[in-house]
């Protein structure tokens, strides 16, 4: 059971820099310090007698070995004669572990890590016990190595996509408790079937006790704001582009409902955006009305996605996601879902049917080119872009039968929407009696990667094209505690908005 809780988002700032062991800059006052002091008790010599033999204060010598005072040449040249050392002795690396243990700890509590997360700050004595020394440098040092593991490189987005692919497959992409806190939060509203009305979002939303704004100036990477010190939720004043204002907005109220606390990892981040997609598309698409359309009308044999996208007003992508929830958890059917770029590049897949999707070496579908032979693909060429297109493709892993559409996005570029099932299930759907038909022989490489023959015998001496990298799946994503935010920006947004009501 999940529980309501308000969570106070506090963000970290990831900098795989961020470790000050890698410093070495000679006359850092604190290691010159602990230097200073290592030769002179190598040398059994106390501070008042280096005082009188070098003319300079003892009370300036003790705050030159506790780094609290940079030293001057023309000092550092007078100690080096009364230790019969040279300069690079005096700026040389300290040969104790307790020296090194001490400019360490320093190091990492000044450090650009430390200060952002507002960590407190000890005095570094003689008196402080070398166990006590070790487990504060051992602390820093793991919280260092830690912020540097969160930084989402291209290997982590992959590999934490091919993990979350995997959970979702495990469990027939259906969650049933977040289906359980939808249908509670519905019933409180009293929602009974039909499309979620702007009227109830807006009974949902006070009922959680937040207020809607609108802002004209919302940070460019966010889609909205959520105020938790004053409960306020931001959303553009203009359109949300590509993105449904409703759904938007409950995948806001989703991660307050579902106690998301900040993310820790990529992986994190991206099981939090799940959460919150279904969490939404379960209050959009109520799971009983949902599952009672579905099984009448399959038992109809007339399954059309764009029939449950009509029935509950939601977009033909959702609708798809939506299906891929409930598909084989109450109609016995087992499904693929794709999202794809004219390019060919899938952005987003699903699947439980024993489809054989493209893979990188870590198992990450994302980026990854799909036949040119699929449903998904041979959409892009077909003349009637209004209705679905449906197909057979004979497979090396079985005959499944797909169904797919074109939308262009406010960014340019189009993208299809793609469910498939196995050949048995295609006959609960309206277009299973499609004589469209295709065969890829995918991964093979003759099947679609290579040109003919005769193609690569003209140009393939001749030719040299300029690949189009898909930087936002292959580039290190941003850090910060939600991956591509600016917490600048946001921050500045709120403190600019918290004095002013403008309630929608």
Known sequence: MLNFRIVKFVPYNINPHNDPTASTEAFDPFSLGRRLRHLRKARNLTLAQVAEQTGVAASQLSLLENGKREAKVSTLQKIARVYSASLDDLTAPVPSRRAQLEIELDRYMNSPLARSKDLPTVRISPRMPMD???????????????????????????????????????????????????????????????????????????????????????????????????????????????????????????????????????????????????????????????????????????????????????????????????????????????????????YKAYENDGISFPKDNLGAIE????????????????????????????????????????????????FSTSIGVRLKDSKWFRGGTTKQHS????????????????????????????????????AALPPGTFPGVDDEQVYRFLDSRSEMPGVL
């Open 367 to 414: 980026g990854q080119p799909v036949c040119r032979y699929w449903t998904s693909r041979q959409v892009f060429d077909v003349d009637d872009m209004f209705n679905a297109f449906d197909q057979y493709t004979d497979t090396p892993s079985g005959t499944y039968w797909c169904t797919a559409r074109v939308d262009r996005t406010s960014e340019g570029g189009a």
């Open 439 to 474: 065969v890829s022989k995918c991964p093979d490489e003759t099947c679609c990667r290579q040109a003919s023959p005769e193609l690569m015998q003209r140009w393939s001496a001749f030719s040299w094209p300029s690949a189009r990298t898909h930087a936002h799946l292959l």
């Open 132 to 346: 006590v020394l070790g487990a504060l440098v051992a602390l820093h040092r793991e919280l260092a190595h830690d912020a540097a593991d969160r930084v989402a490189t291209p290997e982590e987005a992959r590999r934490a996509n091919a993990q979350l692919r995997d959970e979702m497959r495990a469990r027939d992409n259906y969650f049933e408790d977040l289906e359980v806190e939808a249908g509670k939060l519905l019933t409180r509203v009293r929602h009974v079937s039909g499309p979620l009305s702007q009227q109830l979002i807006g009974k949902i939303t006070e009922h959680l006790g937040f207020t809607l704004h609108q802002a004209g100036d919302l940070p460019h990477s966010t889609r909205s704001v959520t105020d938790l010190r004053n409960m306020r939720i931001y959303l553009p004043a203009t359109g949300m582009g590509d993105h449904d204002p409703k759904s938007v907005l409950l995948q806001a109220l989703g991660h307050h409902i579902l106690g998301h606390t900040p993310p820790t990892s990529y992986g994190d981040f991206l099981r939090q955006r799940i959460e919150t997609n279904y969490f939404a598309a379960a209050l959009l698409m109520p799971e009983g009305p949902t599952v009672a359309f579905l099984q009448e009308a399959k038992g109809r044999r007339e399954l059309a996605i764009e029939d449950l996208r009509d029935a509950f007003a939601v977009s033909y992508e959702a609708a798809s996601h939506r299906f891929t929830n409930v598909a084989t958890k109450h109609l016995g059917i087992q499904v693929h879902f794709q999202r794809v770029h004219e390019s060919g590049t899938i």
